[in-house]
Nanobody
Framework: QVQLEESGGGLVQAGGSLRLSCTGS????????LGWFRQAPGKERTFVAA????????AYADSVKGRFAISRDNARNTVYLQMNSLKPDDTAIYYC??????????????WGQGTQVTVSS
């Protein structure tokens, strides 16, 4: 069993940066791929980024490539999402998740409650 809690969301102007954190509990945290997803109002939850248990592989949605970076610190049971050059279209609730290496929500068994990111124009 893994419990996840996101932090670091907030309001930022377009072009700004934010760093999201997600801290997990449970002895098996370091064994999972960790992912970030986001959900805008009235839209489906979509993939943002993922990182394997040993950080050997990462994946990004095309819309965030070159702007966002995912990383993890297994000693701290934490995964990060560094978001740069933010755009109003990045406005959403951001969720972290633990599961298998995939861009599908179906591959992730554990989810946090989400943190709101709002980018003003």
């Amino acid at each position: 069993q893994v419990q996840l809690e996101e932090s670091g969301g907030g309001l930022v102007q377009a072009g700004g940066s934010l760093r999201l954190s997600c801290t997990g509990s449970g002895r098996t945290f370091s064994a999972y791929t960790l992912g970030w997803f986001r959900q805008a109002p009235g839209k489906e939850r979509t993939f943002v980024a993922a990182i394997t248990w040993d950080s050997s592989s990462t994946a990004y949605a095309d819309s965030v490539k070159g702007r966002f970076a995912i990383s993890r610190d297994n000693a701290r049971n934490t995964v990060y999402l560094q978001m740069n050059s933010l755009k109003p279209d990045d406005t959403a609730i951001y969720y972290c998740a633990a599961g298998l290496y995939s861009n599908s929500t179906n591959a992730y068994n554990y989810w946090g409650q989400g943190t709101q990111v709002t980018v003003s124009s």
